[in-house]
């Protein structure tokens, strides 16, 4: 499964099957979330996240966790990011 906690603590709903492994990603000292990457097919089959760095113009890729299967993906870094939208069926997250 998948879900995100937030700066002030509070936690998202899980998303996909709620049994298996756990994976968090933090940012250093309260860092923001600019951007995600990793590998999928018709699920997501492993999820990193680019973390700001303090530098407006540099970002930190971190992590790679999950399976080994699926294509490749980057949504890049974003300034800003608000929202992130997340889809999944009952066994799997389909996108993010």
Request: hydrophobic share 30%.
């Amino acid at each position: 499964s998948l879900y995100f906690t937030l700066s002030n603590g509070r936690t998202s709903p899980k998303f996909g099957k709620t049994s298996g492994t756990d994976f968090n990603f933090k940012g250093e000292n309260g860092a923001k979330v600019l951007g995600f990457h990793g590998r999928g097919g018709h699920a997501i089959d492993a999820i990193g996240a680019f973390f700001e760095t303090g530098s407006k113009k540099l970002s930190e890729k971190k992590g790679l966790v999950g399976g080994n299967k699926g294509d490749t993906f980057d949504d890049g870094v974003f300034d800003g990011v608000k929202k992130v939208t997340v889809a999944a069926d009952e066994y799997s997250v389909t996108y993010i």
